[in-house]
């Protein structure tokens, strides 16, 4: 059974940076996306970026542009989040998810509310105080 496990959350101030790490384990195919979601207190789902080798990488937000980068570990099927500039309004927990079916992340232009991706991290909690 595929497993997401995602680390690196926590508390920063506003401009600071943050990491987010997702270790993906029983995934046995050659072909799958590793994405980021978040969400808000009283907010709905928002995708963040999405990384697989067929469409390399992709963003959705784009507020995010700039401020966020994902990267891969394809050997180690880990996707990285790497969060600068990060502002109050960035609060939210981050989910981490996988695609196994076709193995491509949605385009860009789609904006994913969730329901393509199989597999869901439990989620890890970001804080961006003032």
């Known amino acids: 059974e595929v497993q997401l496990v995602e680390s690196g959350g926590g508390l920063v101030q506003a401009g600071g940076s943050l990491r987010l790490s997702c270790a993906a384990s029983g995934i046995t195919f050659d072909d799958y996306a590793l994405g980021w979601f978040r969400q808000a207190p009283g907010k709905d789902r928002e995708a963040v970026s999405c990384?697989?080798?067929?469409?390399?990488?992709?963003y959705y937000a784009d507020s995010l542009k700039g401020r966020f980068t994902i990267s891969s570990d394809i050997a180690k099927k880990t996707v990285y989040l790497q969060m600068d500039s990060l502002r109050p309004e960035d609060t939210a927990v981050y989910y981490c998810?996988?695609?196994?079916?076709?193995?491509?992340?949605?385009?860009?232009?789609?904006?994913?509310?969730?329901?393509?991706?199989?597999?869901w991290g439990q989620g890890t909690q970001v804080t961006v105080s003032k």
């Open positions: 990384f697989s080798k067929r469409t390399g990488t992709i």
């Open positions: 998810t996988a695609e196994v079916t076709i193995g491509e992340c949605p385009p860009a232009d789609y904006r994913p509310k969730g329901a393509e991706f199989d597999y």
